[in-house]
């Protein structure tokens, strides 16, 4: 789930994500034009937490079948090689430990938007983390946090948190000067 975060993937994305996609030695996920909704390819360095996610997903690649050891073809996989299609359980027991029941997941998406403008990306490279081709559509990403707001009476109050963590700031902000491209 912080993969996503870090790098808003969908869901899709993420599950689908293989290790073709995956250059360890020049740092950089590729995620193919097939598994994108908008069509184009999308490139994300390995830097940070990213990183860290992805080297212990490498640790965790090899699986055990009846005839022995065998390498996923899946980033993120059940443990036996195939794709994680539905995490909807691990989700709400995640959010329920993290004291934010009723956070969506596509909620790290719009996280992290706001994290990378707020880290100081310009909209164009932030843009192009995200897979977002249309200014509009990523306008209504880029919402407003409301953490300082008490939540509404008999409202949820994980659902006015959207980041995982309390005054996180966006890995791939940094060392992006504000307004470069």
Known sequence: MRFIYETATRKMGAALLEWKGVDR????????????????PREIPLVGVIGDVIERRWAARTYQTKLGPALARYVFH?????????????????????GVPGLLLHDLRRSTVKNLIAAGVDQVTAMKVTG?????????YNIVHHRRRAPRPGADAGRDRCTP?????????SGVQKGSK
């Open 78 to 98: 059940r443990g036996d090689g195939q794709v994680i299609v539905n995490p909807r359980r691990a989700w709400a027991n995640a959010t329920a430990a993290a």
């Open 165 to 173: 963590e309390q005054g996180d700031t966006h890995p791939l902000g």
């Open 25 to 40: 030695a020049a740092g950089i996920t590729r995620f193919p034009r097939e598994i994108e909704k908008n069509g184009k």
């Open 132 to 140: 977002h081709r249309s200014l509009q559509v990523f306008q209504r």
